[in-house]
């Protein structure tokens, strides 16, 4: 059995307030939350983010591996060799009797 007077108040319909206006209710021990991002104006759900190259690491991630622009075409054309100009010349050869 829990001990009296020791729990929070709880209040089902705390308001969740962003920018001013209310966002959400839920269930907290407090009656409103303040909060700056939300899923309605985070960059990510909303589908407004950048990628953001750092020190030109995606660059130099692309020109690595192969991937992307003019640069990337050439270094994967360079990493992939031509099958067809180095495989051997198959000669044919009539089989022989053996006899018995």
Same mark, same amino acid.
């Given at each position: 059995?829990?001990?009296?007077? @020791?729990?929070? !108040? ?16 839920? %269930?907290? *021990? ?20 950048? @990628?953001?190259? !750092? ?16 640069? %990337?075409? *050439? ?26």
């Amino acid at each position: 059995m829990p001990k009296p007077d @020791i729990h929070p !108040t709880w209040y089902p319909d705390a308001k969740v307030i962003c920018n001013g206006e209310v966002v959400m209710t839920t %269930g907290s *021990t407090q009656p409103e939350i303040h909060v700056d991002v939300w899923s309605g104006n985070h960059p990510f759900y909303t589908g407004t983010q950048k @990628i953001l190259d !750092t020190e030109g690491r995606v660059d130099r991630f692309m020109r690595k591996y192969g991937m992307g622009g003019a640069d %990337g075409a *050439t270094a994967a054309k360079k990493a992939t060799p031509n099958p067809a100009a180095e495989a051997p010349e198959v000669v044919s050869a009539e089989p022989t009797a053996v006899e018995a």
